[in-house]
């Protein structure tokens, strides 16, 4: 069963905007990572933030987590046509079992 | 090359044959996942190894799945009597004690 749920399902913006994703989770976790995957590709991972972090920064990308709200949010800043892509969070209750939302399908019109 | 690779790419196979995947991890890496991923969702978590241990299996993986890793390096995962239910994408993973997952490519297996 998927753990997150990331919302929205999809997200549609200009080249320059911001996009903002958010996931909520249902159990007490670890940590929070987020992946990308461009269609029919692997997943690459883009940042992980753990359970005592509140916010984390990874050059154009800014995460943040509420562990009282058990959920977290995903801002990718100046957004630009190469980020269109689904993105994931994932999390880790279970250890060495990362639990997947559906995704949220981002894209940046140029 | 120094990330995770997958083989096939794609594969394409009638129902009722059996099929095998190739994953080959970062080589430093002592732990490799396999994950399935249908159409519109997240990745489903599949089974684990430690080195060449196969820790835990998934309730998705049912008696007609099998997955190896002889040595510890490369992994093998096997579908056999194929179902279309089976179409998906197959993801390797790796990580060593400190870093986070490397994933591959992904093999997409559609089942005709």
């Known amino acids: 069963s998927q753990q997150g749920e990331e919302d929205p399902q999809a997200l549609s913006i200009q080249e320059g905007e911001n996009a903002t994703m958010n996931c909520s989770y249902k159990?007490?976790?670890?940590?929070l990572q987020w992946y990308r995957q461009n269609s029919g590709r692997g997943l690459v991972h883009l940042i992980l933030?753990?359970?005592?972090?509140r916010e984390k920064h990874s050059g154009r990308l800014r995460v943040t987590l509420d562990t009282s709200k058990k959920s977290s949010s995903l801002l990718i800043t100046a957004s630009r046509a190469a980020d269109t892509a689904s993105y994931f969070c994932?999390?880790?209750?279970?250890?060495?079992?990362?639990?997947f939302g559906k995704g949220t399908k981002l894209t940046v019109n140029p | 090359d120094t990330g995770v690779s997958q083989d096939p790419r794609h594969k394409i196979t009638k129902r009722g044959q059996n099929v095998t995947f190739r994953c080959d991890p970062i080589?430093?890496?002592?732990?490799l996942y396999w994950y399935r991923q249908t159409l519109g969702q997240g990745p489903e978590f599949l089974t684990y190894?430690?080195?060449?241990?196969?820790?835990?299996k998934s309730r998705l993986l049912s008696d007609r799945f099998s997955a190896e890793r002889p040595k510890g390096s490369f992994s093998t995962l096997e579908i056999q009597r194929t179902e279309q239910g089976d179409s998906a994408m197959y993801l390797c993973?790796?990580?060593?004690?400190?870093?986070?997952?490397?994933f591959g490519s992904g093999t997409r297996l559609t089942v005709v």
């Open positions: 993973a790796s990580r060593s004690w400190v870093d986070g997952y490397t």
């Open positions: 159990t007490s976790i670890n940590n």
């Open positions: 933030i753990r359970s005592n972090e």
């Open positions: 994932a999390t880790d209750a279970v250890p060495e079992k990362l639990v």
């Open positions: 080589s430093e890496h002592n732990r």
């Open positions: 190894f430690q080195n060449e241990a196969q820790l835990e």
